[in-house]
């Protein structure tokens, strides 16, 4: 199965690393090819550099843009997207109080989806830091647990089978509205370290 990212900032570097120890093919995508096969040579063997349009020919996506720049980016796609599982892990927050700026309205995962409405959106990894992708967990820790939520059940299972392959504990968060709730549980989060709580966090939850 062939992964493909759309920017290649640090949470691609840290997945997609992920997913190509485990096998998969990763294609790093970027409005410049060049920059993309640059990082992908530092990735792993499987991971090659390309332009948006090639990321998105992929069977799953990743938007890994920044808002607003990730609606546009996927609205200029869409057509190449139709079918794909589009993976969204943004958050739109807004200094200082770190709260998102779409409060009140559909959540940037509710809009990606309207600006590619063939693809198969799936809200995951928004709360779960780079820099803990990036390292080993240590010796004994919990697995980071992501939240996976969507309308169409067989794409977030596949998602919830990618976010495990790569050492995270999915939890099954209900259909794409509860991205809003997501957005705002990494809103909390950027909030805590900014405070000094620690360099990166991760919600977890457990059953009482």
Known sequence: ????????????????????????????????????????????????????????????????????????????????????????????????????????????????????????????FNTVYAELLALPAPAGAPAPQTFVASDDEAAKSLVMDLARSIGTDPLDAGPLRMSRHLEAVAGFEVALTARGFADAVAVRFSPA
């Open 1 to 124: 199965m062939r992964v493909g990212f759309l920017g290649s900032g640090p949470m691609t570097r840290a997945i997609g690393a992920r997913l190509a120890a485990a096998g998969y093919e990763v294609v790093v995508g970027s409005r410049d090819a060049r920059r993309a096969e640059e990082v992908a040579a530092g990735m792993g063997a499987s991971v090659t550099g390309a332009d948006h349009r090639v990321a998105a020919s992929c069977e799953v996506v990743v938007v890994a843009v920044h808002d607003p720049v990730a609606i546009e980016t996927v609205a200029g796609l869409r057509d190449l997207l139709a079918g794909a599982v589009l993976i969204d892990l943004g958050n739109p927050l807004d200094p200082p109080h770190w709260e998102s700026r779409l409060a009140g309205g559909p959540s940037l995962a509710e809009r990606i989806a309207e600006a590619a409405p063939s693809a198969r959106v799936v809200k995951a």
